[in-house]
Every structure is written in C-alpha cells, then in structure tokens.
C-alpha cells in the first residue's frame, strides 16, 4: 500500500470511531469485516501509533485515537465540502439525523421545502452515528438530540421535547398514565450506545439503574422493548415517528427536556443550507 494515508484509510477509520464495532462500520461502508481491519490496520501502520483499543470488551479509541478522530473528520468534511461547491447548486441537499428526524415538523418541513426550492432536492438521511454523517460528510446538515461537543460543528437550538419511558405494551408500567424516572429504577435499561442520547447518568445517583441492555440502533431498541428484555427513555418525537407493536409510550414527569438541535459542519457547505437552517426554524416555531 502507499506510506500516505488515503481518504478509504480516513473514511474506514471514522466509521469505525463512530460505530465503535468494526462489523456495523463494514456495514455501514459496504464492505467485509476483514477488509476493514486490514484498511485499519494500515493505517495504524503507516501513522506509527494504535488508534482504536482492542483490549476492552467494548471497542474503544486510544488517546492518539481520540486526538486523530477530530484531524480525520475535519479533513474529510472539508473533501467532501469542496466536491459540493463543485456540484452546487444541482446536487441534493442532504439532511441527516440519527432518529425521528424533526418529530412532527418533519413532513410540512420536506413539503414546504419542496414547494419553496423545487431546483434544490432536499433527501432526508438516517444515519446510525451520533452526529448523523456529519463528521464525516455524508450529509450536509443534521438534527440531533441532546448535547454536541464534537469539534468542528456547529449547532443551533431548534427546539425542546419532553420525555417519554418506552415500555412493553403488557408490563405493569404500560398502565400508568404518567412515570418518574424512579419507576424504571428496577428494570433494565436498553441503551442505544451508538445514536442514543439516554444514559444512566439521566437517573439521580440513588435511584439510578443497576442493568443494562446495549443495542446499536433505535429498531434494534424497539425490539428489545417490545420483546419485554428491557425498557427504555426517549422524546416525543418518538411516539408519532415510531409506533411499534408491543411497545407502549408513557410521559415522564421528572426527566428534563431533550434539545433538538440543527447541526453544521463550520466553514462553506452546501449553498442552501442557511435556506434549510431558516425553514426549520419557520416549520418549529418559537
């Protein structure tokens, strides 16, 4: 191979920073699982340093990983940037999110897109990672939940949505018209550790949960609840964008308020992106 890292080596590596797990980054890429711990591999190789740890049960990077995970994304968002100044203003503008996209603005958003900027495609993008593609250019903008502190990005507060508790639709819970999130200290928790914003430090530290369920997506989730292997918490965007059988949606009283927020990679992108930034706005209201 070349002594110079190439954009396949970078794009390997991200995706399998953001998934953490080697198999759903293939996945992802469309590629074996071996071909992409050898392009991994070479890549360690050629730098002189190890950037993912495979010691743990749970792949994690290495400080050098970490360090080299913001250089790579940067590096990439800016390829991919320049090819969409090439292209611009005919390609599509590409808006992605990990999970229930805008909730209940999502159609009138597509639609009154569509109506305003019939010259501009705008395609709608689910991307299981927690900045839906951004970092590593597969969208032009995203919306996401919860806090974002990747370098790079750029964010702006769209709008608030309360809690929910996911339940088995036969569990006990599911006949409470309300929840605390003390209810749910005794039952597993499903995690989705890869675009999920719920983590066990939502719970105050008397009452948090003890067990744990980890999945890799928000179907993988819903299963798992349905299934009565766990429960889980999420927003109410979920509730009009997810309906699933067995699974019921139960308000939480006690859990704070999840952010939406619109994402952007800094410096130029996609020409309409300001265009989308502002009709969102507009779809959501104050």
């Known amino acids: 191979m070349s002594r ?8 390997c590596f991200l995706a399998v920073a953001e998934a953490r797990s080697v198999t759903r980054a293939a996945a992802r890429l469309g590629l074996s699982q071996p071909v992409v711990s050898r392009t991994l591999a070479a890549l360690e190789d050629t730098l002189g340093v190890r950037l993912v740890d495979r010691s743990t049960h749970h792949l994690d990077l290495t400080p050098e990983g970490r360090s080299f995970h913001e250089k790579a994304a940067v590096a990439v968002a800016a390829f991919e940037d320049a090819l969409a100044a090439a292209r611009a203003p005919h390609r599509p503008l590409r808006l992605g999110h990990a999970w229930s996209a805008a909730g209940e603005f999502t159609t009138p958003l597509l639609r009154r897109w569509r109506r305003a900027h019939p010259e501009v495609p705008l395609e709608l993008l689910r991307v299981d990672d927690r900045t839906a593609g951004l970092t590593r250019g597969a969208v032009d903008l995203a919306l996401l939940r919860g806090p974002v502190d ?6 702006e507060l769209l709008h608030l949505e309360a809690r929910v508790a996911a339940v088995p ?9 309300r929840l605390a999130l003390a209810d749910l200290s005794d039952q597993v928790i499903a995690l989705n550790t890869v675009s999920g914003t719920t983590s066990l430090e939502l719970w105050p530290p008397a009452e948090r949960p003890t067990s744990t369920l980890t999945v890799a997506n928000t179907d993988d989730w819903l299963a798992a609840i349905a299934a009565d292997r766990a429960v889980g918490v999420t927003s109410t965007a979920t509730v009009g964008m997810h309906p699933y059988p067995g699974v019921t949606y139960v308000p939480l009283t006690d859990a704070p308020d999840l952010p939406v927020l619109l994402v952007r990679r800094q410096g130029p992108g996609h020409p309409s992106v300001p265009d989308l930034i502002t009709l969102a706005h507009e779809v959501a209201g104050p």
């Not at 110079?4 to 794009?11: A, G, N, W």
């Not at 639709?169 to 599911?174: G, I, Q």
């Open 4 to 11: 110079e890292p190439e954009l396949r080596h970078l794009r």
């Open 150 to 155: 990747t370098p790079g990005l750029v964010t």
């Open 169 to 177: 639709s036969d569990s006990p819970l599911a006949r409470h018209r």
